[in-house]
């Protein structure tokens, strides 16, 4: 870690600048300090595709790593004031060298990723939009939480409508339908309260 540290460099973004923009070359590793970092698509005809949302402690920017001649194809954009520690390529390749454990948690990072980018891309291509964020939901329980948990959503519900290809309305009904439904009750602060885990899934069915 400490070696880690000597080869890194801290930037700070302030709101609404980009780390990176598609079509950029890059050969840095980002790993969020503070902050929070979207990661998002443009189509040809200009819609955003929301792709993930970095907190502390998550990393972008791997793709490049292992292709030195590829760009982006995302933008990455800080919400908040954000700090990143940047790792130029030739030295994460070195780490990865000298500590395969680094290059396992890479690996098993960047499949979990290909599996939610997987399965985010069956969701808006066959199911309908109330599935899609009864899922979502659901996605973010945590085993200990219960089955009747409050949970707090990971961003702004602009956010999941782009993240789930839909637009901000169309989410705000569907989150007042399963309101209206006694599925599930808005809290303030992006909390919500799932009265009965079952039941909602069996709702998104």
């Known amino acids: ?12 973004y302030q709101k609404g600048a980009f780390l990176f923009r598609s079509q950029e070359k890059d050969d840095a590793l980002y790993i969020v300090n503070r902050g ?3 990661i998002y698509r443009l189509s040809d005809s200009g819609k955003e595709q ?3 949302i970095l907190n502390p402690g998550d990393f ?7 292709n030195p001649d590829a760009v982006h194809e995302e933008y990455a954009e800080a919400t ?5 520690c940047m790792i130029q390529q030739h030295d994460v ?5 000298e500590y395969p454990a680094i290059s396992l948690k890479l690996l098993g990072e960047m499949s979990q990723r290909l599996e939610k980018s997987a399965r985010q891309t069956a969701q808006v ?10 899922l979502f939901l659901a996605e973010n329980v945590e085993p200990e939480m219960g089955n009747s948990p409050t949970i707090t959503l990971p961003m702004a519900k602009k956010d999941i409508a782009s993240y789930l290809g839909t637009t901000p309305e169309t989410i705000s009904r569907k989150f007042g339908e399963l309101e209206n439904e006694g599925l599930i009750q808005q809290l303030s602060g992006k909390r919500i309260k799932i009265q009965d885990l ?5 709702y998104s069915e």
């Open 125 to 134: 291509a066959v199911e309908s939009v109330i599935t899609r964020l009864v």
């Open 60 to 66: 972008t920017g791997e793709w490049t790593l292992f």
């Open 93 to 97: 390749q070195e780490f990865l060298k």
């Open 198 to 202: 079952d039941d909602l899934l069996l």
């Open 1 to 12: 870690m400490d070696r880690i540290a000597g080869k890194a460099h801290t930037k700070h």
């Open 80 to 84: 908040r004031d954000t700090s990143v």
């Open 36 to 38: 929070k970092v979207r």
């Open 50 to 52: 929301l792709v993930r």
